[in-house]
């Protein structure tokens, strides 16, 4: 089965640190670039971070340098290292191929004192 299963999210207070997962089956994980995507309450999708199958990375404004995306192809698995997090970060966060095709259930990522 193809899928994308997201895991790692929590409630964190604010200036803590999490890791989201994102296990990837069912498709040649590392044929294709991967993004983490967000959507905040009452708010639209946003695109956090992209990684390509080269490892070259971008990052929302908001989330540079406190922010990581990595890829671990041996183990289909791609990785969102948040530090520093801040109470506009509460969303439910996503991870999807870069084009958009394939997505995961999501996962909570709660950031309040």
């Known amino acids: 089965e193809v899928q994308l299963v997201e895991s790692g999210g929590d409630l964190v207070q604010p200036g803590g640190s999490l890791r989201l997962s994102c296990a990837a089956s069912g498709f040649t994980f590392s044929s294709f670039a991967m993004s983490w995507v967000r959507q905040a309450p009452r708010k639209g999708l946003e695109v956090v971070s992209t990684?390509?199958?080269?490892?070259?990375?971008s990052y929302l404004d908001s989330v540079t340098g406190r922010f990581t995306i990595s890829r671990d192809n041996a183990k289909n698995t791609l990785y969102l290292q948040m530090n520093n997090l801040k109470p506009e970060d509460t969303a439910v966060y996503y991870c999807?191929?870069?084009?958009?095709?394939?997505w995961g259930q999501g996962t909570q990522v709660t950031v309040s004192s």
């Open positions: 999807s191929t870069w084009s958009g095709d394939l």
């Open positions: 990684i390509n199958t080269g490892d070259e990375t």
